[in-house]
């Protein structure tokens, strides 16, 4: 087979039904969290709120983080009435995204001028909703595919994420932009956003109703999973057993499973998951409030998030997803990290130089390429270390800690950019990330050897 009929074959993964699948559910995915990240800051920042308040906002964001604690319930528990209806994973998956959508709702009729509580609470909400969400399509994922076909999963999976996260961000920002009547803050113009935001949710529940429910981990399974530890403690009363059988299987054994299958290095691993992208985190929650604070207006930030940022976000996406058939996790893994440490080198140079909307296309272009192939090379690596039977319960975990370091450093960034300047702040976001690539030549050095 000749090199270019060899990359044909590698492209046509992408056509298959479980991948497509996955690319609505990255959209579904990807859409709230800018709304209650980066879109969220914009609006905060318009709305006059102090660079600290908006860099302790985004702590909300670490809902994301701490979803490995409610994992096990969402991996075991059935819904009333939903799980008969739609199967395990898709009834968790409609009711996190109904949820999304009614918080949503409550933001774009909240104003952060006059209830910044109320406004916060409907936030801490939609955030919570789709970590729940975010759970449920990576047990999914896993579960509904062989390992030769998560690569390509995991970059449909990203390539929707980032076009949702595009227009939960730049798409966003040009609606308020469409609805303003002046360049002055106006709640209106933000509440038409957000409601808009919410009808997009429903790409997310059609999927859901549309694809299948994955068959590998029946109720027959689960219930001789139970049985057997049950007898570890039927000399307890029933129900104690019963409820500890449970503890066991959907609590315990996730976390000694991975320990026990690799051992010595499962602490360089959890330490590579958990620093991973605090480059690209730290750096991201000011991103907007510099773009204001530099002049550029939304319709600017838009315009030029939708043209390149787009583009952008499919090469990388898609990019990674082959270079991931054809190298190794761990060399794709570094050139992901590499690129996101440039990129954030080069926003310093955009904060030195001021306004230039060539140099903010450049960037928001390496920005979408360089997550792109990142985002899908970590997916792909950290899928590949979850042992299906546990597939949630791992799955939350990891990606947990992918963003708990990470967003806990980012709020403090307003009061960072306060002191130091955002050249400073641009150049030391870069810079935590150098260890990053130590770290990612060290597992690859000691996993492969």
Same mark, same amino acid.
């Given at each position: 087979?000749?090199?270019?009929?060899? #990359?044909? @074959?590698?492209?046509?993964?992408?056509?298959?039904?479980?991948?497509?699948?996955?690319?609505?559910?990255?959209?579904?995915?990807?859409?709230?969290?800018?709304?209650?990240?980066?879109?969220? !800051?914009? #609006?905060?920042? @318009?709305?006059?709120?102090?660079? $600290?308040?908006?860099?302790?906002?985004? #702590?909300?964001?670490?809902?994301?983080?701490?979803?490995?604690?409610?994992?096990?319930?969402?991996?075991?528990?059935?819904?009333?009435?939903?799980?008969?209806?739609? *199967?395990?994973?898709?009834?968790?998956?409609?009711?996190?995204?109904?949820?999304? /959508?009614?918080?949503?709702?409550?933001?774009?009729? +909240?104003?952060?001028?006059?209830?910044?509580?109320?406004?916060?609470?409907?936030?801490?909400?939609?955030?919570?909703?789709?970590?729940?969400?975010?759970?449920?399509?990576?047990?999914?994922?896993? %579960?509904? $595919?062989?390992?030769?076909?998560? $690569?390509?999963?995991?970059?449909?999976?990203?390539? *929707?994420?980032?076009?949702?996260?595009?227009?939960?961000?730049?798409?966003?920002?040009?609606?308020?932009?469409?609805?303003?009547?002046?360049?002055?803050?106006?709640?209106?113009?933000?509440?038409?956003?957000?409601?808009?935001?919410?009808?997009?949710?429903?790409?997310? &529940?059609?999927?859901?109703?549309?694809?299948? %429910?994955?068959?590998?981990?029946?109720?027959?399974?689960?219930?001789?999973?139970?049985? %057997?530890?049950?007898?570890?403690?039927?000399?307890?009363?029933?129900? =104690?057993?019963?409820?500890?059988? #449970?503890?066991?299987?959907?609590?315990?054994?996730?976390?000694?499973?991975?320990?026990?299958?690799?051992?010595?290095?499962? &602490?360089?691993?959890?330490?590579? &998951?958990? +620093?991973?992208?605090?480059?690209?985190?730290?750096?991201?929650?000011?991103?907007?409030?510099?773009?204001?604070?530099?002049?550029?207006?939304?319709? %600017?930030?838009?315009?030029? !998030?939708?043209?390149?940022?787009?583009?952008?976000?499919?090469?990388?996406?898609?990019?990674?997803?082959?270079?991931?058939?054809?190298? +190794?996790?761990?060399?794709?893994?570094?050139?992901?990290?590499?690129?996101?440490?440039?990129?954030?080198?080069?926003?310093?140079? =955009?904060?030195?130089?001021?306004?230039?909307?060539?140099?903010?296309?450049?960037?928001?272009?390496?920005?979408?390429?360089?997550?792109?192939?990142?985002?899908?090379?970590?997916?792909?690596?950290?899928?590949?270390?979850?042992?299906?039977?546990?597939?949630?319960?791992?799955?939350?975990?990891?990606?947990?800690?992918?963003?708990?370091?990470?967003?806990?450093?980012?709020?403090?960034?307003?009061?960072? /950019?306060?002191?130091? *300047?955002?050249?400073?702040?641009?150049?030391?976001?870069?810079?935590?990330? /150098?260890?990053?690539?130590?770290?990612?030549?060290?597992?690859?050095?000691?996993?492969? !050897?």
């Amino acid at each position: 087979m000749s090199e270019s009929q060899s #990359w044909l @074959e590698n492209c046509k993964v992408y056509l298959e039904k479980r991948v497509v699948i996955l690319f609505f559910f990255g959209f579904s995915a990807g859409l709230p969290i800018l709304l209650v990240f980066s879109t969220l !800051s914009f #609006w905060l920042r @318009e709305a006059d709120v102090s660079r $600290a308040s908006i860099g302790f906002f985004s #702590w909300i964001a670490l809902a994301y983080a701490f979803k490995w604690i409610w994992a096990p319930f969402v991996d075991r528990l059935a819904l009333p009435f939903l799980t008969n209806w739609l *199967g395990r994973r898709r009834a968790w998956l409609l009711f996190s995204q109904l949820a999304i /959508v009614l918080s949503l709702l409550g933001m774009a009729l +909240s104003d952060p001028q006059q209830n910044l509580t109320a406004f916060a609470i409907f936030a801490i909400i939609v955030a919570y909703s789709s970590a729940t969400q975010d759970i449920v399509i990576d047990a999914y994922r896993i %579960e509904s $595919a062989p390992e030769k076909l998560q $690569a390509a999963m995991a970059a449909a999976y990203m390539t *929707g994420y980032r076009l949702a996260m595009i227009m939960a961000g730049a798409g966003s920002l040009a609606i308020a932009a469409w609805a303003s009547s002046s360049d002055a803050y106006q709640l209106s113009a933000w509440s038409t956003s957000y409601l808009v935001m919410a009808l997009c949710m429903g790409v997310g &529940i059609v999927t859901t109703f549309i694809c299948h %429910e994955p068959t590998y981990q029946n109720s027959q399974q689960i219930n001789a999973q139970k049985l %057997e530890q049950k007898l570890k403690y039927q000399h307890l009363p029933s129900i =104690l057993a019963h409820f500890l059988a #449970w503890l066991s299987i959907a609590i315990i054994q996730p976390f000694t499973d991975f320990f026990q299958r690799y051992g010595k290095n499962a &602490i360089l691993i959890l330490l590579l &998951i958990g +620093s991973y992208r605090i480059s690209d985190i730290v750096m991201g929650i000011m991103a907007n409030p510099f773009y204001v604070d530099m002049g550029y207006s939304k319709g %600017e930030v838009a315009a030029i !998030s939708k043209v390149f940022g787009v583009i952008m976000t499919l090469v990388g996406a898609g990019l990674g997803g082959i270079l991931l058939t054809r190298y +190794s996790t761990y060399s794709i893994l570094f050139l992901g990290a590499f690129l996101v440490v440039i990129t954030n080198l080069i926003f310093a140079v =955009l904060a030195f130089v001021g306004k230039d909307l060539l140099l903010l296309t450049a960037i928001i272009s390496m920005d979408n390429i360089s997550a792109g192939i990142a985002t899908t090379a970590f997916i792909t690596y950290i899928s590949k270390l979850t042992n299906i039977e546990f597939s949630a319960t791992q799955y939350a975990l990891f990606s947990s800690m992918m963003l708990l370091f990470p967003k806990f450093i980012a709020g403090f960034s307003g009061i960072y /950019v306060d002191h130091w *300047g955002y050249i400073n702040f641009f150049i030391s976001s870069a810079l935590i990330g /150098v260890p990053v690539l130590g770290l990612i030549i060290l597992l690859k050095k000691v996993i492969e !050897s």
